[in-house]
Nanobody, 116 residues
Framework: QVQLVESGGGLVQPGGSLRLSCEAS????????MSWYRQVSGKERELVAA????????KYADSVKGRFIISRDNAKNTVYLQMNSLRPEDTAVYHC?????????RGKGTQVTVSE
């Protein structure tokens, strides 16, 4: 069965960095467009970053442009989110998503907390 497993979250001080990873299994990873969303309890999920199956042009939320970088390694079935200059408002559960035509899968998420 398809699994997306995120890792790399944690507690970090403002201005710090984290690198999230999402390893996929049970699917042909290179076919899937990948994205990172984040969600705060009681709020709508927010698209943070997206990267197409080919690894070409990426997309970012305005709030993270210039601070976050999404990348993928199709040989490792993994998508990454490098997060720099973190702010308290980046605190959320971060989920990775895989999408290919009508198929969409989501991981369970990893908590990122930015606080002194």
């Amino acid at each position: 069965q398809v699994q997306l497993v995120e890792s790399g979250g944690g507690l970090v001080q403002p201005g710090g960095s984290l690198r999230l990873s999402c390893e996929a299994s049970g699917l042909v990873f290179s076919n899937y467009d990948m994205s990172w969303y984040r969600q705060v309890s009681g709020k709508e999920r927010e698209l943070v970053a997206a990267i197409p199956s080919t690894g070409g042009s990426t997309k970012y939320a305005d709030s993270v442009k210039g601070r976050f970088i999404i990348s993928r390694d199709n040989a490792k079935n993994t998508v990454y989110l490098q997060m720099n200059s973190l702010r308290p408002e980046d605190t959320a559960v971060y989920h990775c998503y895989a999408k290919y035509v009508a198929f969409e899968f989501r991981g369970k998420g990893t908590q990122v907390t930015v606080s002194e």
